[in-house]
């Protein structure tokens, strides 16, 4: 059996993967076929860093990613705390209707948006409200659950008498968060912040339905880039956009592991102690 499972997972690794080696290969050929890789060059990511169209559209990409990221990442870590210390009925309604987002349609959420931009333009009488605001509103509003659903698990691990020893020594609420309460929850809100900005970087559907003409992400551009025949320097970014990914997540798994580490070796130390 478990030898089945493996062959399994291999077979799905190498149709997951298969087309993007195949892409990062291509960025690295002089030839504009996929299927056949001619000499070794680096002149598609020169060509890339020389068109001053696709940078910028990669700089709204990541302006928008960076700020949803950011404020997604502070309402979404008050709101969790608040979700943590509510009651148990709440509790479960809202933490139902966190998951809603996530697993509602992209298409659904972005048409969603539109109407309700749409509508909002409509009663203050803008000829056109989608822009920037529009797209900055809906990607804080589709990162928001993410953070939420990471940063629960870490308060309810947390001790809550670390909070408690915090107000008898002197400490004002607030202080206790800053100062513990934050501290222990660090690598859930690190986690959040770090899959919403990916989320964010690499959306398309609900970006197209929000974007006005004055503010376009690369995502939304490179969908009228499929109309006609792909230039090979879309190899290049495409590749570069998968290492930047890749590199988040495999640093939100050593996070994550190196807290699973010190969690261990405390509860060890505290049995220890204790045997003493």
């Known amino acids: 059996m478990r030898k089945f499972t493996r062959i399994v997972t291999v077979i799905v690794f190498i149709f997951l993967y298969i087309p993007i080696i195949v892409l990062a290969v291509a960025s690295f050929s002089s030839g504009a076929d996929l299927a056949v890789f001619k000499t070794f060059t680096f002149d598609r990511y020169a060509e890339l860093f020389r068109d001053s169209t696709l940078l910028v559209l990669l700089r709204n990409s990541a302006i928008i990613a960076i700020l949803s990221t950011a404020i997604a990442t502070i309402l979404g870590t008050a709101a969790a705390v608040g979700i943590h210390y509510s009651g148990g009925r709440i509790r479960k309604l809202i933490l139902s209707m966190t998951n809603i987002p996530m697993t509602n349609p992209d298409i659904v959420t972005g ?132 290492v930047v990914i890749l590199l988040l997540m495999i640093i939100m798994n050593l996070l994550q592991g190196r807290d699973k580490k010190s969690k261990t070796r405390t509860v060890v130390q505290s049995g220890i102690i204790g045997q003493q």
């Open 111 to 242: 048409v969603s948006l539109a109407l309700m931009f749409a509508f909002t333009g409509t009663i203050l009488r803008l000829n056109s409200i989608l822009g920037f605001w529009t797209l900055l509103i809906a990607h804080i509003t589709f990162n928001l659950p993410y953070v939420i659903l990471n940063v629960m698990p870490r308060l309810s691990q947390m001790n809550p008498y670390l909070t408690d020893a915090a107000l008898d020594l002197g400490c004002t609420p607030l202080q206790s968060f800053f100062k513990v309460t934050i501290h222990e929850i660090m690598p859930g809100i690190i986690a959040g912040a770090l899959m919403s900005f990916t989320m964010s970087l690499d959306d398309f559907v609900i970006s197209y339905f929000v974007t006005g003409s004055g503010f376009v992400t690369l995502p939304v551009e490179i969908y009228n880039y499929t109309k006609k025949p792909i230039h090979p320097k879309l190899y290049a970014l495409f590749t570069l956009l998968f």
